[in-house]
């Protein structure tokens, strides 16, 4: 297949050579904010060097030996999300940058441990009741009486001894394998509109079912747990693949209804949700106390301005949780409106390579498959970013590699293995190779 060899060749090339001028911005971020804080190097910034580049080509010699002919923007992206978070973590809390440079290291091993493991996805459909039944088990975990944590008011991590870990991350990756295994199976039987509502044909009423489940199971989640990022997030997840499977709008448009609806009964029925909500709408109710992240974060962006006041050179704990929920806002003061712009153009970058990913796919699970994994990135970076600005409730999911967190690091990392495997595969088995570029 002289084809995929060399369009393997030229994407290693091209991949390698985006990894390269990374490591160029990254370490030069990682300089100025040192310059910008202390007017001098970092003393570690050989070792630093050495680290950065060592992870990246890792990755890279994985992708090259394990998934030759998969996207060439990927892992780009991601290094340079990763990069810059950890850039903006250690300005912050250098003790935590030591956390995240070895949940970095444990994130790039589980990458290279996915790529080598999963060497056909179509594998992994035929276990999709055992994801689904994980992804569950993983998702009610944190309401475990002994082991699960209730830390800043959301139950969402489990403690295992020294050992704690946010289940959900890892829930939703088995859970988008269980949605897309599901709906190729039973994608037939959703698609068939036999019902009529006035001029429109819809499916019948009892093929809804398991768009009521997906809502009751969310809905638990903003009860038991008071997790209202990751409620939102799963439910999104399984309506847009189940969109995606049936090309039925009335799934999606009932999803948004009981979205709809689940919103005004959390908003009336629990005081967790009309805090957040009032928080929104006027956070200067109380600007010392519950208001007081949301209009910090506001004065960090207006701050910011359009440049920016200069890496290393922002006000350092003025945003409670800085380094998880409002990252992007530290990154708004000190890189200004052109910083904020780039995380947002290489998340909209990461999210169009998904779906190109998914397009070229051809087989159902895997296009799926690669639509789900794409919506967690893009619909997680979506609700904490829009939370941050104010134009949604803040609900307290992190920024996709960008944010401090073990547990969010390392599933987000398997979740890109996966995708550069399907994307592999598309192209080894396209009847044309060229055509599925």
């Not at 992870?55 to 810059?84: C, E, I, M, Q, T």
């Not at 969109?243 to 005004?264: K, M």
């Not at 908003?267 to 949700?273: D, I």
């Amino acid at each position: 297949m002289p084809n995929v060899r060399a369009i393997a060749t030229r994407r290693r090339t091209t991949e390698l050579g985006l990894l390269v001028l990374v490591a160029i911005v990254v370490i030069s971020a990682y300089a100025l904010a040192s310059l910008g804080r202390n007017a001098s190097l970092p003393v570690d910034i050989v070792p630093f060097l050495g680290v950065i580049l060592a992870l990246l080509l890792a990755a890279h010699l994985a992708v090259r030996r394990w998934a030759g002919a998969s996207d060439p923007l990927v892992l780009p992206l991601v290094a340079f999300l990763n990069g810059v978070g950890f850039v903006f973590i250690a300005r912050l809390d250098e003790q935590l940058a030591g956390l995240q440079a070895t949940w970095t290291g444990v994130g790039i091993a589980a990458f290279v441990v996915t790529l080598l493991v999963v060497r056909d996805v179509r594998v992994l459909q035929r276990f999709r009741y055992t994801f689904g039944l994980i992804g569950v088990l993983l998702l009610l975990m944190p309401l475990l009486p002994v082991f699960g944590r209730n830390i800043n008011g959301a139950r969402i991590w489990v403690a295992f001894g020294p050992v704690s870990f946010q289940p959900g991350e890892f829930a939703k990756i088995a859970l988008a394998i269980f949605f897309a295994g599901y709906l190729v199976e039973r994608r037939e039987v959703l698609s068939v509109a036999t019902f009529r509502v006035g001029p429109i044909n819809t499916p019948d009423p009892r093929q809804f079912a398991p768009v009521l489940v997906a809502w009751a199971v969310s809905l638990l989640v903003v009860v038991f747990e008071r997790d209202l990022g990751s409620a939102l997030l799963f439910f999104l997840l399984f309506i847009i693949v189940l969109w995606v499977a049936t090309g039925r709008v009335a799934y999606l448009v009932t999803g948004f209804a009981l979205f709809g609806v689940g919103a005004v009964v959390s908003w009336s029925q629990f005081s967790h949700v009309q805090d957040r909500v009032s928080i929104w709408l006027n956070p200067w109710a109380d600007p010392s106390g519950s208001g007081y992240q949301i209009i910090q974060a506001a004065y960090a962006l207006a701050w910011g301005g359009t440049s920016g006041v200069g890496p290393g050179l922002g006000i350092v704990d003025r945003i409670p949780f800085d380094e998880t929920d409002f990252i992007i806002a530290i990154i708004g003061e000190e890189l200004g409106l052109l910083g904020t712009t780039a995380i947002l153009v290489a998340f909209l970058l990461l999210a169009g390579s998904g779906l190109r990913i998914a397009k070229g796919a051809g087989a159902t699970f895997g296009t799926l498959l690669a639509v789900g994994l794409t919506s967690l990135i893009a619909f997680q970076a979506f609700i904490i970013m829009a939370g941050v600005t104010r134009l949604l409730p803040l609900t307290g999911v992190t920024l996709p590699f960008v944010s401090y967190g073990g547990s969010s690091l390392v599933a987000n990392y398997v979740l890109v293995a996966l995708l550069l495997r399907i994307s592999d595969q598309s192209i080894r088995r396209a009847p044309d190779p060229l055509a599925a570029l």
